[in-house]
């Protein structure tokens, strides 16, 4: 059983960045599939970002030019940078991973977007 770790979420003010991480507790070279979702209050849980092997990648038209997914298979960690952060980013964010067999969400982290 792999599980993931969501880090770096916080309070930042808008126009600001912050860079989230995704930690597997095992190899990640068998997730096929990586990404990023977000909830927030009310609302359902959304796509971000996802990247498939060997790198290729996508993105919700709310985030394009301003979110980056990378992935450091040698670290384990899938990232999320987020730049130019507007109010409506706040949520919480989940990372989700996939093998050929198994799929894993990890438990979350906030992000707040406020003055």
């Known amino acids: 059983q792999v599980q993931l770790v969501e880090s770096g979420g916080g309070l930042v003010q808008p126009g600001g960045s912050l860079r989230l991480s995704c930690a597997a507790s095992?190899?990640?070279?068998?997730?096929?599939?990586m990404g990023w979702y977000r909830q927030a209050p009310g609302k359902q849980r959304d796509l971000v970002a996802t990247?498939?092997?060997?790198?290729?990648?996508d993105y919700a038209d709310s985030v394009k030019g301003r979110f980056t997914i990378s992935r450091d298979n040698a670290k384990n960690t899938v990232y999320l940078q987020m730049n130019n952060l507007k109010s409506e980013d706040t949520a919480v964010y989940y990372c989700?991973?996939?093998?050929?067999?198994?799929?894993?969400w990890g438990q979350g982290t906030q992000v707040t977007v406020s003055s």
């Open positions: 095992g190899s990640i070279r068998d997730f096929w599939y």
């Open positions: 989700k991973a996939r093998s050929l067999t198994s799929e894993y």
């Open positions: 990247i498939t092997t060997p790198s290729s990648t």
